[in-house]
């Protein structure tokens, strides 16, 4: 009963190597979050989809990009990775319809940088 | 913008022993605080929430409370047991706009000691 469903789980690419990571979700949820998570810290939001309407945060590199071609789904794309870039990367769901506001997060993908 | 502190960083009790960990958060316009549990190479799973007009939630050993005058909330953990061992992060819902992310505070790796 999966409910955040990534892949892969581990992924390992070259330098300067475009990579995709992907997420999957069965909540039917319309917001669809991207965080990036290194060692010893908190998740930092790198972008999210409120339905169809893409928000970057502001301090998110260019190298990252973002997907959503239907509820379901959502891409990230690095597209030149960098050592900087070896990190976990979270996928998150919620609905925010009225006061529901839960986040909920898929396993992660442990991505390497070579 | 929102910021949330978290206390402490680390924190060791005995298998049976009360664990707490402390957040406070900046933005009196936040609303909606959820704990999230982080095992080793797996991603958050929220564990329980609060929301601003309510001022404790409990859940079996997992309990939280909310000051919003002091714009601090806790999470309590009673009867600790080993499987209690991750690190917890605390998280305030900030609104902007139409819509809401999460801050995260930095995370409290909770070590139970059989």
């Known amino acids: 009963d999966a409910m955040v469903i990534q892949n892969p789980r581990y992924q390992v690419t070259q330098f300067g190597k475009p990579v995709t990571l992907s997420c999957s979700q069965t909540?039917?949820?319309?917001?669809m979050y991207w965080y990036q998570q290194k060692s010893s810290q908190a998740p930092k939001l790198l972008f999210h989809?409120?339905?169809?309407?893409?928000?970057n945060e502001a301090d998110t590199p260019d190298n990252f990009q973002s997907r959503r071609p239907n509820t379901s789904f959502c891409f990230l794309d690095i597209r030149s990775p960098g050592l900087g870039d070896a990190a976990m990367y979270l996928c998150?769901?919620?609905?925010?319809?009225?006061?529901?506001?839960?986040?909920?997060f898929g396993p992660g993908t442990r991505l390497t940088v070579t | 913008g929102e910021n949330v502190e978290q206390h402490p960083s680390t924190l060791s009790v005995q298998e049976g022993d009360s664990a707490v960990i402390k957040c406070t958060y900046s933005?009196?316009?936040?609303?909606?605080f959820p704990w999230y549990k982080q095992e080793l190479g797996k991603g958050p799973q929220l564990i329980i929430d609060?929301?601003?007009?309510?001022g404790e939630k409990k859940d079996q050993r997992i309990a939280v409370t909310l000051n919003k005058t002091a714009k601090h909330f806790s999470l309590h953990i009673t009867e600790t047991q080993p499987e209690d061992s991750a690190v917890y992060f605390c998280?305030?819902?900030?609104?902007?706009?139409?819509?809401?992310?999460?801050?995260f505070g930095k995370g409290t790796k909770l070590s139970v000691k059989p």
């Open positions: 989809y409120y339905d169809k309407d893409f928000n």
């Open positions: 933005d009196s316009a936040s609303n909606y």
């Open positions: 609060i929301r601003s007009n309510v």
């Open positions: 998150a769901t919620s609905r925010t319809s009225g006061r529901f506001y839960e986040q909920y």
């Open positions: 998280a305030a819902y900030l609104l902007r706009g139409s819509q809401g992310n999460l801050i």
């Open positions: 909540l039917n949820h319309n917001v």
